[in-house]
């Protein structure tokens, strides 16, 4: 066993904090907003940046719990009034376009055309995904 000799000081007890998934996914998602440093928000959270960079690869990975937090879906209600109020004779028929359909586990199923809008795709994929 080692001695403590006069005038040294005893080593620093090793203090490992354990965080819920919630605070991890929380420190996470702090580091995608534009312009801010993964460093930066390690420092403020008391965490070494290359742990942080583990729990960015988790997150993506849906490793760390829930990920439905990151975007809500809002429900949408179409009102027969709306469109019967519509003259339908005037819409000319669309045109056959070059299209995906995307198939997720459960039988969910997703058609995207060319005119997609690529933020809205990439969250309803998201949402699927979780």
């Known amino acids: 066993m080692s001695e403590v000799l006069e005038g040294e000081s005893k080593p620093a007890a090793s203090k490992r904090i354990h ?3 919630a605070e991890k996914r929380r420190i996470v998602e702090a580091t995608f907003a534009p312009g801010i440093s993964i460093a930066r ?3 403020e959270h008391g965490v070494n940046s290359n742990q942080v960079f583990q729990w960015r690869y988790e997150y993506r990975k849906g ?3 829930d990920a439905k937090s990151r975007a809500k879906l809002l ?3 179409v009102e ?3 469109l019967s ?3 339908t004779t005037a819409v000319p028929t669309p045109q056959k376009r070059a299209a995906i359909c995307v198939e997720f586990p459960g039988g969910i199923s997703v058609r ?3 005119e997609t809008d690529l933020h809205l795709l990439r969250t309803v994929v998201e949402m ?3």
């Open 19 to 21: 965080r819920s998934a």
């Open 41 to 43: 928000v390690a420092r």
């Open 63 to 65: 490793i760390l719990g």
């Open 75 to 77: 429900p949408v209600v």
């Open 80 to 82: 027969d009034a709306a």
């Open 85 to 87: 109020s519509v003259d």
């Open 112 to 114: 995207v055309d060319c």
């Open 128 to 130: 699927l995904r979780s």
